[in-house]
């Protein structure tokens, strides 16, 4: 076997975009527009919706990558790459799914369901600061900016430097 399944691929992709559009644009774009704008509400709402559906996507790659056969583990040549290689994408996992979770933490404690959803035409709160959830969110999102540029940098060591196609394992063609 030397690809991953088609559909673990495709996901890997879709949400690798999903997540840069999300951390580059949907973030700092809401952080931008006063809670009393009344686009902020438009974008938020759209920025949760999108959220979820990176979880959901996360979720279904996660049982895929678990029931799938995959290719041997890639090997850097140095076992403290391999193991932080692992590790590293662990860590991708755990910290998409822990920005999903905070996310709807915020959600809940700020009520943005209802106020977002529902009917109660209810404003924005003043500040996102003030709920646990959000710093939470924050830092996540940082430590997975960290993580991906780590990501890169690995497909860049394998790809320029050992020279070994590692990124064919994660494009469209036959497995075996």
């Known amino acids: 076997m030397k690809r991953y399944h ?3 691929v495709g996901l890997h992709w879709l949400v690798a975009a999903m997540i840069i559009i999300a951390l580059f644009i949907g973030g700092p774009g809401l952080v931008a527009l006063e809670n009393d704008d009344p686009t902020k509400l438009f974008g938020l709402t759209g920025h949760m919706i999108w ?3 990176v ?3 996360m979720l279904v790659r996660l049982t895929m990558r678990l029931l799938s056969s995959n290719p041997p583990a890639a090997d850097a040549g140095k076992k403290v790459l391999n193991s932080g290689a692992k590790a590293a994408h662990l ?5 998409v799914l822990a920005m999903v979770a905070s996310g709807i933490g915020i959600a809940i404690s700020a009520d943005l369901f209802e106020i977002a959803f529902g009917q109660s035409g ?5 500040d996102f600061s003030v709920f646990k959830a959000r710093m ?3 830092a996540i999102a ?4 960290i993580l991906i ?3 890169v940098a690995g497909w860049a060591y394998h790809q320029f430097y050992l020279r070994d196609g590692l990124i064919r394992r994660m494009w469209f063609g036959k497995r075996m």
């Open 55 to 57: 979880g959901a996507f």
């Open 136 to 138: 939470v969110h924050g």
């Open 122 to 126: 209810a404003p924005l709160p003043a």
């Open 6 to 8: 088609p559909v673990l």
């Open 142 to 145: 940082t430590l997975l900016m």
């Open 149 to 151: 540029a780590m990501h």
């Open 51 to 53: 959220g979820l559906v």
């Open 91 to 95: 860590g991708l996992y755990v910290l």
